[in-house]
């Protein structure tokens, strides 16, 4: 019995499921039973009917992933797999922009520990972000962590955005000059950035979209060559999914090394030890859910 047999058998013995963010490395999202989004992963793990998720990601998304399937096991295959972005946000840095900004409402990137998702009004995906803080009746709007997407909402939405100032540390590499060099090199090609980039290559790029907004364009354009200003890992679903059609990476600096802490040795093991479960203390998890519920409320149900 090879490796894969033995995850898929443990995966049966568990009644488990696998999800895989589009980032993650290649073999995790062949073994996955989906890929996708952050929040797309979420809103599958509440409603399968397994009863053990191994959430394939970074610390933040299992989190979610708790959130909104409390009852359920929720496991991470390497519990140093942490998302730099998310971590520079404190729920001090709630309360004290709150204290400083009384009338405004406080926003979270779903990139975000569950504890300070319990100190937000409403939670954001990158797909949604506009679209909410533009439902809602304040116009100054905390916004944390990210000071690219902050900037993007502020641009799109004409309200008055307050940030902590975080960055992905990935996507704020990028610059002006690999878009130039991307057009020089490959004419005509659709060059889709993530709203993480700094906002002068967000300026350059043909679309400014989440993961999701990626598959969908690359698949329904009749376009037959994509630059892609997201995470390495993104391009494996692209080619895959859309064989006649070519993709290149916008810069190589576009690597998560978070995201690449996975691997299906440690997947196995998660599922054979039930280890490590991630968890979300009740007095967080209810105000946290509560801010993810908001955002689906102000969409009507999804990113
Ligand atoms: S790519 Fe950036 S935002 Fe995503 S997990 Fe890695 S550090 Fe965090």
Redesign the pocket.
């Known amino acids: 019995m090879d490796d894969m047999d033995d995850l898929q058998d443990l995966k049966a013995r568990r009644a488990a499921v696998l999800l895989a963010h589009n980032?993650q490395p290649d073999e995790v999202q062949d073994a996955a039973d989906h890929v996708g989004d952050s929040f797309e992963l979420s809103l599958l793990a509440s409603r399968t009917e397994a009863e053990v998720i191994v959430f394939c990601g970074?610390h933040f998304m299992a989190e979610a992933a708790v959130l909104l399937s409390p009852e359920k096991v929720v496991l991470l295959p390497d519990l140093e797999a942490g998302?730099?972005?998310?971590e520079s946000a404190t729920p001090a840095d709630v309360r004290s922009l709150r204290a400083a900004h009384p009338g405004a409402a406080v926003v979270s990137y779903v990139?975000t520990t569950a504890a300070v998702k319990a100190e937000s009004d409403v939670c954001v995906t990158s797909a949604n972000a506009v679209e909410v803080v533009s439902a809602l009746p304040q116009d100054e709007i905390i916004f944390l962590p990210d000071a690219n997407l902050g900037r993007h909402i502020a641009e799109r939405t004409g309200k008055r955005v307050i940030t902590t100032g975080g960055h992905?540390?990935?996507?704020r590499a990028v610059t002006v000059k690999d878009v130039e060099r991307a057009r020089a090199e490959t004419p005509g090609a659709v060059v889709m950035v993530h709203p993480?980039v700094p906002p002068e290559v967000a300026a350059r790029a043909d679309l400014v979209l989440g993961t999701g907004g990626m598959v969908r364009q690359a698949r329904e354009r009749p376009a037959k060559e994509f630059v892609i200003g997201t995470?390495a890992g993104m391009l494996y679903r692209l080619r895959k999914e859309n064989p006649g059609k070519s993709f290149h990476l916008l810069s190589p600096a576009l690597w998560?090394p978070?995201?690449k802490k996975t691997t299906l040795d440690k997947v196995t093991e998660a599922l054979r030890d039930l280890s490590p479960r991630v968890v979300v203390p009740p007095e967080v998890a209810g105000p946290a859910r509560r801010a993810l519920e908001r955002m689906l409320e102000l969409t009507g149900g999804g990113s």
């Open positions: 980032y970074v998302c730099p972005l998310a990139n992905c540390p990935a996507h993480e995470e998560c978070d995201m």
